[in-house]
């Protein structure tokens, strides 16, 4: 199974870019990126990435903490464009799940893409409460689970295991922190990782030996020892 490239970014002249190439077969975005993007007005910053977006699936996530507020933004968001994904966190800051808004949405045929997941048992309760023909996204954070010292690979094979039976469920590898990620993403037979634009990059130049490897690593050493004008 092939897994597609979506890219990590709310950076209009980013996304202009890297729409351009094949290779990304979307777009995440969240309201960290779009505020560090310089965003002033939500929802016009959110029609200016679709826009830019070429009709790739873009996920704009709601900021809304209850239920009704989550339904008004999500409704809002939906009405953007058939190529939206609303992105919906699977709990509040409560620890409430969502289970709710996921229903509801699920049940209209709104696309949804749940996030900040890290466990099966968070899957399987997504799972129990969407409509099978509607398309949903569940998005596992495999890098900050690893920054807490966790190992994320076993809960992520769960979930795509248990997944295996809703055909328009996609499992997202989320919060990529190295190249390699997506190489494990694909034997693991992740549907999606997200990445953000400087891994795409290093993704492109795959292939290169280590005696290549090697030498350019040893050239940078010597020419910034030059820059810097170095004595020993």
Same mark, same amino acid.
Request: glycine share 4%.
């Given at each position: $199974?092939?897994?597609?490239?979506?890219?990590?970014?709310?950076?209009?002249?980013?996304?202009?870019?890297?729409? %351009?190439?094949?290779?990304?077969?979307?777009?995440?975005?969240?309201?960290? *990126?779009?505020?560090?993007?310089?965003?002033?007005?939500? *929802?016009?910053?959110?029609?200016?990435? *679709?826009?830019?977006?070429?009709?790739?699936?873009?996920?704009?996530?709601?900021?809304?903490?209850?239920?009704?507020? $989550?339904?008004?933004?999500?409704?809002?968001?939906?009405?953007?464009?058939?190529?939206?994904?609303?992105?919906?966190?699977?709990?509040?800051?409560?620890?409430?799940?969502?289970?709710?808004?996921?229903?509801?949405?699920?049940?209209?045929?709104?696309?949804?893409?749940?996030?900040?997941?890290? @466990?099966? %048992?968070?899957?399987?309760?997504?799972? %129990?409460?969407?409509?099978?023909?509607?398309?949903?996204?569940?998005?596992?954070?495999?890098?900050?689970?690893?920054?807490?010292?966790?190992?994320?690979?076993?809960?992520?094979?769960?979930?795509?295991?248990?997944?295996?039976?809703?055909?328009?469920?996609?499992?997202?590898?989320?919060?990529?922190?190295?190249?390699?990620?997506?190489?494990?993403?694909?034997?693991?037979?992740?549907?999606?990782?997200?990445?953000?634009?400087?891994?795409?990059?290093?993704?492109?130049?795959?292939?290169?030996?280590?005696?290549? *490897?090697?030498?350019?690593?040893?050239? @940078?050493?010597?020419?910034?020892? %030059?820059?810097?004008?170095?004595?020993?």
């Amino acid at each position: $199974m092939s897994t597609k490239i979506f890219c990590d970014i709310a950076d209009i002249n980013v996304i202009k870019k890297f729409t %351009k190439k094949k290779k990304v077969k979307g777009f995440t975005t969240n309201p960290s *990126l779009i505020r560090k993007a310089g965003a002033r007005n939500y *929802l016009d910053y959110c029609r200016k990435i *679709l826009n830019a977006s070429n009709g790739k699936p873009v996920s704009l996530e709601v900021f809304a903490d209850n239920y009704i507020d $989550m339904k008004k933004q999500a409704l809002i968001l939906n009405k953007f464009g058939k190529n939206v994904y609303v992105k919906i966190p699977v709990c509040n800051s409560k620890g409430v799940f969502s289970g709710k808004i996921i229903k509801y949405l699920s049940s209209k045929k709104v696309k949804i893409n749940i996030t900040a997941v890290y @466990t099966a %048992k968070q899957t399987k309760s997504i799972l %129990k409460v969407i409509n099978k023909n509607s398309d949903v996204i569940i998005s596992i954070f495999i890098g900050r689970a690893s920054d807490s010292g966790k190992d994320p690979i076993p809960e992520l094979k769960k979930s795509i295991s248990i997944a295996k039976k809703f055909k328009k469920v996609k499992i997202l590898w989320a919060s990529v922190r190295e190249p390699y990620n997506y190489l494990y993403a694909k034997k693991t037979g992740c549907h999606i990782i997200t990445v953000p634009p400087n891994i795409i990059e290093k993704i492109e130049n795959f292939g290169k030996s280590y005696n290549r *490897l090697t030498l350019e690593t040893v050239k @940078t050493f010597l020419t910034d020892s %030059k820059k810097s004008k170095f004595k020993i």
